[in-house]
């Protein structure tokens, strides 16, 4: 079993290039959500699914939209990247609305110059 | 406000005992999780508690104190393996989790 898995590993990309980071699941959870991570700083959420076809906006929303069109794959997409979404971006997911444990994928380093 | 506070960083020796403490304030209360993080790599599950008391599993324990919005995460037989980040996580009324920043702890043969 792959349980999640997100591509690309790591990317460098150009300010105001847009790009779709993805994730996928195998493990038929009804939740999904993706964080950043900075050095210093907690996992921020930045928006979530508790079910396919409902999204929502987590912590720190702004430049990043998702979608979720069915249970296994939930994408982010950032429309025009700026230097300060340089991060590294976790997708997770769990059984239930996130009363129960998160498993997390292997995340994305994305730097933007 | 909700905030997570945890030590930034803690050292231990390889077979001791360390206590990695976590202090909570949320908008609601539905749990408090632990997650270790290996450097490079994902967060993965440890721990969950949701009423006061110790939870033990293996060299692994977690405690919660509810009223003082209070949590440790005790490590016994500390092992070389254990260097890590641990992540204190509160669940807010809206099942979203908190995070603090982590704890990095390093073990020293």
């Known amino acids: 079993t792959a349980g999640i898995t997100q591509a690309p590993t790591s990317q460098i990309l150009a300010a105001g290039r847009s790009m779709t980071l993805r994730c996928t699941q195998d493990m038929r959870h009804n939740a999904m959500y993706w964080y950043r991570q900075d050095l210093g700083l907690g996992l921020r959420l930045i928006h979530y699914s508790n079910t396919a076809g409902t999204t929502g906006k987590g912590e720190v929303p702004d430049g990043y939209s998702v979608s979720r069109a069915n249970t296994d794959d939930f994408p982010l997409t950032l429309a025009s990247a700026v230097p300060s979404q340089t991060s590294v971006y976790f997708c997770?997911?769990?059984?239930?609305?996130?009363?129960?444990?998160?498993?997390f994928g292997p995340g994305t380093r994305l730097t933007v110059l | 406000g909700q905030n997570i506070d945890q030590p930034t960083e803690m050292t231990a020796t390889e077979g001791a005992i360390v206590q990695i403490n976590c202090t909570y304030q949320t908008s609601g209360f539905n749990g408090l999780f632990w997650y270790q993080q290996h450097a490079g790599e994902a967060p993965t599950f440890l721990s969950y508690n949701v009423l006061d008391g110790l939870e033990e599993k293996g060299r692994f324990s977690s405690f919660l104190s509810r009223s003082k919005g209070y949590s440790y995460l005790l490590l016994k037989e500390l092992q070389m393996k254990d260097s890590a980040s641990y992540l204190c996580a509160s669940m807010d009324s809206n099942y979203q989790l908190i995070w603090g920043a982590g704890t990095k702890l390093i073990i020293k043969p």
């Open positions: 997770a997911s769990s059984d239930k609305d996130g009363y129960n444990e998160q498993f």
